[in-house]
């Protein structure tokens, strides 16, 4: 299926859709479908004659809602809502050190029929880590405890000196920010994804990765995990150490530097003046390279 296949018959969702996921994934270059639950109910969400897409066709991702998690403690932060185990036998092959690229997109009325084009939030870092699966297999796995690595991450833009701004994070320029003026909103060329490259030296095997933007504009903070499964190729011989792995639920807390910045909701109610700083905390364990 192509990718503007897939952008097109979720424009029909309607306001039954909010806020949004990853729309697909480049690997290694090769395009991967996602696997949104609302897909499978596009015949009762107004989508009437339009050209459904075969649910029969395996997704590398977890099913997921577009909804976010705002409870950091709720086992929905381990790959969003019911998709722990809930997943086929189906991996995207990438070498060590290969290229992954994950196209975001927020579904929402305000924005068709650009879904697919564009990200409705700007605040707050992007993070992505990787767990290994046990055996050859991440099908039905239910990844559990201190497991979790991270390897790849993204907050403020260089020279930024205020995190209230949308223009000071990378997911605004990265994932291609419909900005809102008052009057509308401002939808801009076609992003080119969160793009990062695996560890060179990565252990060959099967694993999940889990993306994951952090909405810091709210209070609470708003979480969007998304997990898809890899199978690694290649002759790496590393695997991180105990001290960088952490578990999803249990890697965060509601009240670390980096996730509690908003009152409410920057640009909308004004920020305390301690956030108006440069000075922001990845939140999460430090980042795994495997000795790249």
Known sequence: MKFQDITSVLAFAGSA???????????????????????????????????????????????????????????????????????????????????????????????????????????????????????????????????????????????????????????????GYAGYDGEGYHYPAYPEGWSFNLPKRLKKGAYLIRHEIIMTAANPAQFYPNCAQLMVTGEGDKLPAAEVLVAFPGAYKASDPGIVIADWAMGWQPAEPRYNTSDYKMPGPKLWTGGN
Request: charged letters at 15%; proline letters at 8%; one cysteine or more.
């Open 17 to 175: 859709l909010a806020h949004g996921g990853i729309l697909s994934y480049t690997i290694d270059g090769k395009d991967y479908i996602s696997n949104p639950y609302h897909l499978s109910d596009m015949t009762t969400n107004g989508a009437g004659d339009a050209d459904i897409p075969d649910l029969t066709t395996p997704s590398i991702q977890r099913p997921y809602y577009w909804y976010p998690v705002e409870d950091v403690e709720s086992s929905n932060m381990t790959c969003n809502y019911n998709a722990i185990s809930n997943a086929p036998d189906f991996h995207a092959t990438v070498p060590a050190g290969g290229n992954i690229t994950a196209h975001w997109t927020s579904p929402e009325g305000g924005i068709f029929p650009y879904v697919g084009l564009s990200w409705r939030h700007s605040h707050g870092p992007m993070l992505a880590y990787l767990a290994r699966c046990p055996g050859d297999s991440c099908a039905n796995y239910k990844p559990e405890g201190a497991i979790w690595f991270k390897i790849a991450e993204a907050g403020m833009r260089p020279g930024e000196k205020d995190m209230t701004l949308n223009s000071a994070w990378w997911q605004s320029e990265i994932n």
